[in-house]
């Protein structure tokens, strides 16, 4: 007792014994104005998801049921949006600990044998369905984990303790092998990426972090070798030819379909390999190649500038964010959208393997959008946090 009293204390020169202040954090400064780029590159690839979700759909059904659907799920995400710029940042950390329970438990409810909320598509059980609505925890999962690294690191980095390490990857084994087991290994790539960047923008020492990205390397390498179906797209990524009747067959129309676009495209709407399923999974996971199809190489390329800005924009606001906090949660934000663009395009064009993970605001998924506003809703947030180009941001 006596040590603790004393600890909590402090002679003065004359004698004089004072309690020492509590630490606090730096206030956040006034807001300002939203980053202008930042809001382009989301308006802009939001608008082509309206556009494409649309144009990839509308042979599914009327009219009517493609804006009823599509209203949903841009509603959705317009709520999201809100949601992340109008709920205080404060608010978000409070969350961190109960949206990492609950998450938890969607994510291990999709493995209980009979569950009778889960669905099954395509031979994955990702989904639940819940009364009128079906969502997949593990979008939600990002949201989540970029929460939750954000706070435990911003007090914790650059110095982890053996203890610190156990609980940060222990959150990232949990989420990531749920995910895995589903089965959904392109997903756990993007969330292992969002841990593995936190990690560096906290500035973790070198040697821990390297040995961390060769074991996460060697790790995902046996994974993708450990099951049959993973091993077969890793096998027809050297020569889907070889695959074209099976599992190659995705890749090889979606090569034909940009093929087709060429320069200027065939015409909005145009698109033959998104009828009678020629293309598997066009409106969603392969939507990039109906964009190149229908709107040639100038609007695929529109798609990938826009999100070569938002990425920038992203980590310009990370750069500029008034504390650790804010800085970590900005690049989480960043990187789940930057690194899963990078890997469906990369998919498409046939550049990785197979992962089937969405292409982030052009996809169709109302789970997708929603968690992703969200996080872009909180990114916006923060640029209107940032400090001027040039400010001295202090101790980190």
């Not at 969200?374 to 940032?386: F, H, N, T």
């Amino acid at each position: 007792m006596a040590r603790a009293v004393h600890s909590a204390r402090r002679r003065t020169g004359r004698g004089e014994v004072r309690r020492r202040e509590p630490a606090r954090r730096a206030p956040l400064p006034l807001p300002g104005a939203p980053d202008g780029l930042l809001i382009a590159a989301v308006a802009g690839l939001a608008s082509f998801g309206l556009v494409m979700i649309y144009s990839a759909t509308i042979h599914e059904g009327t009219t009517a049921e493609v804006v009823r659907r599509m209203a949903v799920q841009f509603g959705g995400g317009v709520l999201g949006l809100l949601a992340g710029l109008l709920v205080p940042l404060d608010w978000w950390r409070r969350l961190t600990v109960p949206a990492l329970l609950i998450t938890a438990a969607a994510l291990a409810s999709l493995l209980i044998p009979g569950n009778p909320f889960a669905i099954t598509r395509l031979g994955a059980t990702r989904w639940l369905d819940v009364g009128p609505l079906s969502f997949q925890p593990s979008e939600f999962a990002k949201l989540t984990f970029v929460l939750f690294g954000a706070g435990f690191l911003e007090r914790r980095a650059p110095r982890l303790r053996a203890g610190h390490w156990g609980v940060y990857l222990l959150v990232l084994a949990v989420f990531g092998g749920l995910i895995y087991l589903e089965p959904d290994l392109g997903t756990a790539l993007v969330l292992g990426g969002i841990a593995l960047c936190l990690l560096w923008v906290a500035r973790i020492h070198l040697v821990p972090f390297t040995g961390l990205v060769a074991g996460a390397a060697a790790g995902v390498f046996y994974l993708a070798m450990n099951k049959e179906h993973q091993r077969l797209r890793l096998l027809s990524w050297w020569n889907p030819w070889a695959y074209e009747d099976d599992i190659g067959h995705q890749v090889i129309q979606s090569w034909t379909a940009m093929a087709r676009g060429g320069l200027w495209g065939v015409g909005l709407g145009e698109s033959l390999q998104k009828l009678d399923n020629r293309l598997p999974e066009a409106e969603t996971d392969f939507i990039f190649a109906v964009v190149a199809e229908e709107l040639g190489l100038i609007g695929g390329a529109a798609v990938i500038l826009l999100f070569v800005l938002f990425t920038w924009r992203g980590f310009n606001v990370a750069l500029r964010a008034p504390d650790r906090y804010t800085m970590l949660l900005a690049a989480g934000v960043t990187t789940w959208v930057g690194g899963q663009a990078l890997l469906n395009i990369g998919v498409v064009t046939g550049t990785l393997p197979n992962t089937g993970i969405p292409l982030p605001f052009l996809s169709s998924g109302g789970s997708s959008l929603l968690a992703l506003m969200i996080g872009v809703g909180i990114l916006i947030s923060i640029s209107r946090l940032a400090r001027p180009a040039g400010a001295n941001h202090g101790e980190r």
